[in-house]
């Protein structure tokens, strides 16, 4: 049996110290150690971009990033976007666009979505249609999708008209742990 490895890292603004496998990913890590189950797990190649989140402000495919790779390192994932349970304009943008049909794929687009705005604050059709190029979405909601990122980038303080207060333990909601056939 390989030795596990003790990793420190910063979570959603929360310093940790884990033990993990060597051969374990951060998408391993954030869903079964620490209960982050916002990110999705599907392809685990690197294809679909449901598992991004941002690592040092970049979005990554967190499948493909091994845990050990992260020690010293900050990830955001969708749970750690929205401050004090207040949405964020992406977020909120998608609500108010119908963008989520199943959902499945929504955390990974809003995580990719705002690694954009924070590099591109106001982005044109096609830069956001680039950016999003790695997240699939098998409901093929791409024309809400796309509308909603330009929305957030026209009036990034905007509150979201239909958004709730997100209340209670995200961790203990359901959550499908596949994708939809
Ligand atoms: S699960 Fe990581 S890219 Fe598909
Ligand atoms: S909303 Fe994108 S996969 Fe269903």
Known sequence: MIAP???????NGRDRSIAVAP??????????DLGLTGTKECCLVGE?????VLL???????????????DGGEVTTVEG?????????????FLDTGAAQCG?????????AHALLAATPSPDREQVE???????????????????????AEAPARPATRATP???????????????Q
Do not use: K
Not at 56 to 70: F, K
Not at 81 to 93: F, S, Y
């Open 130 to 152: 680039e950016a999003l190029a790695g997240n699939l979405c098998r409901c093929a909601g791409y024309e809400q999708i796309i509308e909603a990122v330009l929305l957030a």
């Open 81 to 93: 976007l929205a401050v004090d349970g207040q949405l964020t304009a992406v977020q909120g943008a």
């Open 56 to 70: 040092d402000g970049r979005s990554v495919d967190s499948c493909l990033v091994l845990a050990a790779e992260v």
């Open 48 to 52: 679909c971009g449901a598992c991004t």
């Open 104 to 112: 499945f794929c929504i955390p990974g687009q809003i995580v990719s």
């Open 23 to 32: 051969n374990h990913t951060l998408l391993d890590v954030l869903r079964d």
């Open 5 to 11: 490895l003790t990793i420190s890292f910063r979570v």
């Open 166 to 180: 997100m209340t209670g333990d995200i961790a203990a909601r359901p959550d499908a742990r596949t994708a939809p």
